[in-house]
């Protein structure tokens, strides 16, 4: 079964036909590739390591963790989040930058800002300023070409994810998700992809294919499961029991058979019921109101608003400013209103005591009947 994707001839699973690519495609290629490289050198620059080990905690990113190292996590990183750590680091970074580093970059963004006879070891503050101010530009730059070559290679090869994901994928309930999860994975092959003409097809699918059966493995687990894991659960499972002789294989067996009691079927909230509405429309929504609640609230403010006029005036003042029953619905700490009506902290205190007294004991029969 062929069909035609991308301007490449692609025939699913038994192999890949690599054709002459679209000028339009080599031109995307080329943009991606370059702009990669350059971001990743970028990442490299030993003197702004630091800033961006902050950065990565800053922005939420993966960052260094057990069997994974700085550098590893920064090639892994989307081109989209490069660009997000990059301006984020350069934007605050405090310490004095080698103008050998900032050469290389000069040449290789095509600036152009220095000689080299102007330069000392380190950069001054002025020469920061004009660098980075023309780095950043530059960088949004490239980054609006790189979005636009993104998003026609993504355009290209987005029937790649339905056919994936129809063929692998039987539950119904699970094919959106599925499909989300393909759309990163094409998003993952577009970043890797190479100047050259090979087929970006096959490379595609791959990614779609493993993203998508990442997925659905995780999915057989109510708890987070690493996939290498769960990978040999399964594996094991269809396998004889494991000799208690063989230590490793025991070791093994345990592994898998306490998986096995993990694993158990997961529920889309997608599955339409019987009454033919799906089950994300029976849960209740916890952050809702429940119209007793904003009924009963409702009714309670108005009340303090017509209570209130019952007191002095000058007790009417601070209250209203310390819980923002006037108008413009700001409150206020008790030094605040102290500065400004211009009294002691004490007598602004006295004041408010007095009110709630006066108001507890006014509000304590209706709030026996809101409440009962």
């Not at 991308?6 to 339009?24: D, T």
């Not at 057990?66 to 590893?72: M, N, P, Q, S």
Request: glycine share 6%.
């Amino acid at each position: 079964m062929s069909r035609e994707c991308g301007k490449e001839s692609v025939i699913l699973e038994e192999g890949f036909e690599a054709v002459s690519i679209s000028m339009e495609e080599s031109v995307c290629r080329r943009v991606i590739a370059a702009y990669r490289r350059k971001l990743e050198y970028v990442l490299m620059l030993p003197e702004m390591e630091e800033t961006y080990v902050a950065g990565l905690e800053a922005l939420g990113l993966p960052g260094a963790r057990k069997g994974i190292g700085l550098r590893a996590a920064l090639n892994a990183l989307l081109i989209e989040n490069k660009h997000q750590l990059i301006r984020w680091s350069i934007n605050r970074y405090r310490s004095q930058f080698p103008a050998t580093s900032a050469r290389r970059l000069d040449r290789m963004f095509g600036l152009d800002l220095f000689n080299t006879l102007e330069l000392d070891e380190y950069l001054s503050d002025r020469q920061w300023t004009r660098f980075m101010e023309n780095i950043l530009f530059v960088l949004s730059r490239h980054h609006r070409r790189y979005k636009r070559a993104q998003e026609i290679m993504f355009r290209n090869y987005r029937e790649l994810i339905e056919m994936t994901v129809n063929r692998i994928v039987f539950d119904a309930g699970k094919r959106r998700d599925a499909v989300q999860e393909g759309c990163l994975a094409l998003l993952h092959a577009t970043d890797k992809v190479e100047d050259s003409n090979a087929s970006f097809g096959a490379y595609a699918q791959t990614w779609i294919k493993r993203q998508v059966k990442n997925y659905l493995m995780g999915e057989r687990f109510p708890v987070h499961v690493p996939i290498n894991l769960a990978c040999k659960t399964l594996v094991q499972r269809d396998e004889s029991k494991p000799d208690a002789s063989s230590g490793g294989t025991a070791e093994n067996g345990k592994i898998a058979l306490m998986m096995e009691r993990l694993r158990q079927p997961s529920i889309s909230l997608n599955e339409v019921l019987e009454d033919s509405t799906s089950l994300s429309e029976k849960l209740p929504d916890e952050l809702a109101e429940s119209p007793l609640a904003s009924i009963s609230q409702k009714d309670l403010c108005e009340l303090v608003s017509a209570l209130i006029h019952h007191l002095t005036a000058k007790q009417r003042e601070v209250l209203e400013l310390r819980f923002g029953l006037n108008r413009a619905g700001h409150t206020y700490t008790l030094s605040e209103i102290s500065r400004k009506i211009g009294i002691s902290h004490q007598q602004v205190s006295m004041r408010e005591k007095r009110g709630l007294q006066k108001l507890q004991h006014v509000l304590t029969p209706y709030l026996e009947e809101i409440y009962g």
